[in-house]
């Protein structure tokens, strides 16, 4: 699920703690068009990786995101397998001829 790179930078910046971080900021953070942050956000939302709040300030609509317990875990279980990817040996890394 957070494989792919627009999800693993949305839940990257998320996963810098608790707090909600507005759909502007994660837009801008990720390089994400708008429509690619709804998409991918959507996703994460329904494998219940983030939370997403909507509101308002003032006239305007304002849509929130945070990681929920289990996004945490999953998002630092990716980064754990990935960093063992890393240490390994490059005799242990599988090639695409094997």
């Known amino acids: 699920m957070i494989h792919p790179l627009p999800k693993l930078s949305i839940c990257a910046l998320l996963a810098a703690g608790p707090q909600w971080v507005e759909f502007r900021t994660v837009r801008e953070t ?3 068009s708008d ?5 991918h956000s959507r996703a994460l939302e ?3 990786y983030i939370e997403v709040r909507k509101g308002g300030i003032g006239r305007r ?3 929130w995101f945070r ?3 289990l996004g945490q875990a ?3 279980g990716h980064v754990a397998a990935l960093q063992q ?3 390994r040996e490059p005799d242990q890394v599988p090639t695409p001829d094997a």
Do not use: D, N, W
């Open 46 to 48: 329904e494998a219940g």
């Open 74 to 76: 999953r998002y630092r």
């Open 61 to 63: 609509p304002r849509t």
């Open 67 to 69: 990681m929920t317990p």
């Open 30 to 32: 990720t390089g994400l």
């Open 85 to 87: 990817l890393l240490q």
């Open 35 to 39: 429509s690619m942050v709804s998409k």
